[in-house]
């Protein structure tokens, strides 16, 4: 960490990145724009087993006061942006949707908002963007911005996302949520804050997802922020421990697989 950083924010940041450089970030925010996603539909049933593997969990403001343990041990990074939904017009049509009080009430160790570059509303959300940061850093609360694409996946590419990740760490993100891509060391490389992996459709294979969370990591990433290859899995504990393997304890995307079927079949 910076030397210079307020002693807050890095008190923040080491919450949601561990001693080893690394992070495990649970997002299940899915339902700011999705409503109730298949294995989402009660979300504080599908968080409760997984919190003790994770070190965050991404999550909007309403979820998290319903249904969330305020004892949970991992930190919450708070979804502060939306506006829009899978029915409306266009996914990129969003705002910041919380107030820096609302925020610092729920003691968040940082906020997550989406920023849709190259789409009709770029300089909307960067401005969101910007504000954010100006208003978090006077508290010194961390803003993680999500180079969101919306429906058009065809932008999940270097060129691209690298073009947003520095965009982003510009404004003043402390950390960026972004795509895993062929040649992702340019988008690592061109971003001077840490990059975390997002997770994207469901794969359907597990060692598909832990082979491409290690190899992101490979290439620059400090861990991942993922939600549907976890909690809509067969084993969502088993994931989520595979993952945990993975990020923190440097096994091997195979080592982590066969951990991972260990937990499915009843094991630890």
Request: with cysteine; hydrophobic share 40%; aromatic share 8%.
């Amino acid at each position: 960490m910076n030397a210079q950083m307020d002693w807050g924010m890095a008190n923040r940041l080491s919450k949601t990145i561990k001693p080893d450089g690394h992070c495990f970030y649970l997002a299940m925010d899915h339902g700011y724009f999705q409503g109730p996603t298949h294995s989402l539909e009660q979300p504080g049933k599908a968080a409760e087993p997984l919190l003790p593997y994770v070190d965050a969990l991404f999550m909007t403001r309403g979820v998290v006061r319903a249904v969330i343990n305020p004892a949970m041990s991992p930190a919450l990074i708070l979804r502060v942006s939306g506006g829009n939904s899978m029915v409306g017009k266009d996914l990129a049509n969003e705002e910041v949707t919380t107030s820096i009080e609302d925020i610092l009430r729920m003691n968040a160790a940082a906020v997550g908002i989406s920023v849709y570059i190259g789409s009709e509303y770029e300089h909307q959300t960067l401005m969101s963007l910007a504000r954010l940061v100006n208003e978090c850093s006077a508290y010194g609360i961390p803003v993680m911005a999500v180079t969101a694409v919306g429906r058009e996946v065809e932008k999940m590419e270097p060129r691209y996302l690298a073009l947003a990740c520095r965009i982003c760490a510009e404004f003043g993100a402390a950390v960026v949520k972004t795509y895993y891509c062929q040649n992702f060391e340019k988008v690592t490389g061109g971003c001077p804050v840490p990059v975390v992996i997002a997770g994207g459709p469901k794969t359907d294979s597990e060692l598909e997802v832990l082979q491409f969370v290690y190899n992101g990591m490979q290439e620059g990433a400090i861990g991942v922020n993922l939600g549907r290859n976890i909690w809509q899995n067969e084993s969502p504990v088993g994931m989520a421990r595979a993952l945990q393997a993975l990020i923190h304890e440097k096994a091997t995307p195979q080592q982590a697989y066969d951990l991972f079927l260990s937990v499915k079949q009843g094991g630890k």
